[in-house]
């Protein structure tokens, strides 16, 4: 059973920093791609970035672009999402989850190609 587990999570005031990360078991991780989301109070979980299974390629929503930084590490089974410059409107629970396929990077940006999600880290940005 893959299993998902997220922390780094916690306030911050405008335009600081935060790491995220979420380690992975179950399986091997270095050959799935894995994502990261997230939900604020009464929107949808909304894609954020996800990377490849070897890290090469990355790809970010447009409001993250220049301030979230995904990484991972697969000697660690732990993937990141550095977050700077972070605005009142990052606040939301963040989810990283990953497929059951290995799906290209391009097709990454789609929740419904995610099958295995962690339980949420909440970041809230204090104006």
């Known amino acids: 059973q893959v299993q998902l587990v997220e922390s780094g999570g916690g306030l911050v005031q405008t335009g600081g920093s935060l790491r995220l990360s979420c380690v992975a078991s179950g399986r091997t991780f270095s050959m799935y791609a894995m994502g990261w989301f997230r939900q604020a109070p009464g929107n949808e979980r909304e894609f954020v970035a996800a990377?490849?299974?070897?890290?090469?390629?990355?790809v970010y929503t447009d409001s993250v672009k220049g301030r979230f930084t995904i990484s991972r590490d697969n000697a660690k089974n732990t993937v990141y999402l550095q977050m700077n410059s972070l605005k009142p409107e990052d606040t939301a629970v963040y989810y990283c989850?990953?497929?059951?396929?290995?799906?290209?990077?391009?097709?990454?940006?789609?929740?419904?190609?995610?099958?295995?999600w962690g339980q949420g880290t909440q970041v809230t940005v204090s104006s």
């Open positions: 989850a990953t497929p059951k396929k290995p799906y290209g990077i391009a097709s990454l940006g789609s929740r419904n190609k995610y099958d295995y």
């Open positions: 990377i490849s299974w070897s890290g090469g390629s990355t």
